[in-house]
Every structure is written in structure tokens, then in C-alpha cells.
């Protein structure tokens, strides 16, 4: 099992509409991609490790695949369609991280 994480960085001047990304854009990836995609989560930053201090980012997407393969296969033919409505819900483009799931 593999997981995409999109994390979209905090700064003083970062604009991020959670509602449109959560009610709009992750449902438009979520079926786009069908099966392929295994589970879906979102993480939305409320604090660091220093007090008072905002996180470092604003929003972490996971999602998650059985491999590498089947992530891209599913998403590769998405992907402009996806980058192309980034501009609807934030002023900052997200880092892509693919990572091996390891549970305990």
C-alpha cells in the first residue's frame, strides 16, 4: 500500500478554501480515479510544535493506493484537469509526496 500526500504550505499570505476543497475537489479526484483509489483523508493544519506559532501547512491530502502503478495509471490522465482547478480553492501550489504505508 502506498500513500499520495498533497501538503499545500502555510504562509502569512496563503488563501486555501477548505469547503470547495473538501465538498468539490477531492470528490472530483475521487471519482476520476474509481477503485484504484483505497482511501481518502484530510488533514487540516491547526498548530506547530511551537506555541502560538500557525502549521506549517494548511492542508495534507493522503491518499491512498495499492501501488505506485495504480496511482499513476488512475491519476496520470487526471492530472491537468486536477492542476487546473487548484486556482479554485488556493494560492499555493501542494507538494506531492508518494510514501510506502507501513502500519503497526
Known sequence: MIKVSVM???SKDVQF???YYKNSHLPMISKA???ALKG???D???ASRVPGE???YVAIAHLLFDDVAAFQASF???AKVFA???KNYSNVQGELQISELITF
Open 17 to 19: 478554501d477548505v469547503d
Open 8 to 10: 499545500y504550505p502555510n
Open 84 to 86: 487546473d482547478d487548484v
Open 54 to 56: 500557525p502549521a506549517p
Open 44 to 46: 487540516l493544519g491547526i
Open 40 to 42: 481518502l483523508e484530510l
Open 33 to 35: 480515479v474509481g477503485t
Open 76 to 78: 496520470g490522465p487526471h
